[in-house]
């Protein structure tokens, strides 16, 4: 018994020092608050004075397409074969393995707004090759797709 005895007086005195306070421990965290006081109404009267500007600008509005996703569209053969587009593929005079883009069966995937200008994202039905980035305005919109499928 004296063995536990001694063990609980030892937790006892130390529950009794756990428990003390140091008395400029409590006036030191009083002197700090007191001292962040003035210093949080600045910062407040501050942010109330900086959030009108944020409110007064106003969003960026979405941009306007000329065509819409899902549409179908062909391009149009001379504006092609006048365009940087065509020249920089390096493709000989007449190249007949693009016939497929003159006819209505590309469908526009994605639109953007780049630098030199509205360019339509275009895959084309029924054709195993990867889609292109191309001009809005070399595109002819089709009311609806007419090929026959080989």
């Keep these: 018994m004296a063995l536990s005895q001694s063990s609980l007086a030892c937790f006892s005195s130390f529950a009794h020092t756990a428990t003390r306070r140091n008395p400029l421990h409590s006036s030191s ?9 003035p210093e949080k109404a600045d ?56 016939d497929y883009i003159y006819e209505d069966r590309g469908e526009i995937l994605d639109l953007r707004i780049f630098e030199t200008g509205e360019y339509a994202l275009i895959a084309w039905v029924g054709v195993p090759t990867a889609p292109a980035w191309l001009p809005t305005d070399m595109l002819i919109e089709s009311e609806r797709l007419n090929y026959e499928r080989l």
């Excluded at 965290?29 to 006081?37: H, K, L, N, Q, Y």
Aim: no cysteine; net charge positive; proline share 9%.
């Design 43 to 98: 910062l407040a009267a501050e942010s109330a004075a900086a959030k009108p500007a944020p409110t007064a600008a106003p969003r960026p509005k979405k941009p306007v397409y000329s065509m819409k996703k899902g549409q179908i569209v062909r391009v149009d053969k001379e504006k092609y074969l006048n365009s940087i587009n065509y020249l920089s593929v390096g493709h000989p005079t007449y190249y007949k393995g693009l």
């Design 29 to 37: 965290v009083r002197v700090v608050r007191a001292t962040a006081e």
